[in-house]
């Protein structure tokens, strides 16, 4: 909980992440339960105690003070969040799991910082580059969101000579349900006859938007009836795409911005909108595509093997880089409409896999999962 415990961005990890969380904790294992950790500045984890606390809604110190976590025979660990920049103080803390002959699994969400540099600043890339050392090091089990980025990475550990053969990577499905109860207040009204097209995820280069605004502008002169909704915080290296958004004539109308939105709020914006459009260039897995597709969203998707996976037929699929073309398949509404529902995974059964994984490591007298 490391990175959740720090700042929440309410990107796709971070989602990830608390959604699981809570289906543990809802339904923890039947012989044991589930103890949140972090990393913590003078070395090795502690119970991270007090985030559980905020996690729940309950009065801080309920469950205690945050206490350097002591392993034991029977715990099994598994990282659900990234802790990326924090390679050496993780290397010394799964140490130390390690020689406690504690099972180590990690959660592996995309690897793009080494598969597609470019697409990062070159921080990122050398934090990353680190922590995959660590993962290759230490992890027992690493526990892919898809076939892609489970193919990625072994990839990447052969490109480095690093170990892989002791390591078993499994693909992990995660799940697509949302809060039953949508928030629709804050959701921006949509007019009579538009057609409203949701774009959701942190606006970085790699994200497409620049693409998708060139192809609604083309709409948007042709006359047709669209708007288009952004959904996601701002990344880097978007100011110059992010002063032609807030300065578009349309800004405000047909062209809307939800900065940061929460669950509620996306549960509110897929109910309210005619599609959802995916133009990035890469992705681990693709979390919207599933939720929206979970709730009958047709699907417009960029042509990607990681889209493929996860929405099979289910989607009407792009391919270039001018939005011209990208409008022509945003305006055929026969081609849109083939979209349907598939067959999509709950955080429930995600994380019942998570326990099923954890029991099959040896298992003491104590049973806790520490995540």
Known sequence: ???????DLGAGVERVTRRLLGE?????????????????????YVCANHFLARFLGVVEGTFGADVPLTPRVGDCFIGL?????????????LTDLKQAGVPITLLVHDVLPLTHPEWFPAFVTEEFEA?????????DRALCNSLVTAQELSTVLEERGLRSGSMERR????GADLPVLPSTDMVPRKDQGMTRVLTVGTIEPRKGHAQALDAFEWLWRDGKPFQWVIAGRAGWSVDGLLKRIRRHPEFG???????????RMLAGLYRQSD???????????GLPVAEAGRLGVPLVLRDLAVFREIAGDHATYFSGLDGRDLARVLANRQVVASSGEG???TWAQSARELKNICSLAPQGPTNRSTI
């Open 275 to 285: 599609m959802l459009l995916a133009p990035t260039l890469g992705e681990g897995y």
């Open 1 to 7: 909980m490391t990175e959740l415990d720090r700042r």
């Open 171 to 174: 693909v992990f499905p995660l």
């Open 343 to 345: 067959n999509w995974t």
């Open 253 to 263: 109308r047909r062209l809307l911005w939800v900065d940061g939105p929460d669950d």
């Open 24 to 44: 543990l904790l809802m339904e923890p294992p039947v012989e044991g339960w589930i103890q949140p950790v972090r990393l913590h500045q003078e070395g090795g």
């Open 81 to 93: 969040d990234h802790c990326r920049g924090q390679a050496p103080a993780l290397r010394a803390a």
């Open 131 to 139: 922590w995959l050392r660590v993962l290759a090091t230490f992890a």
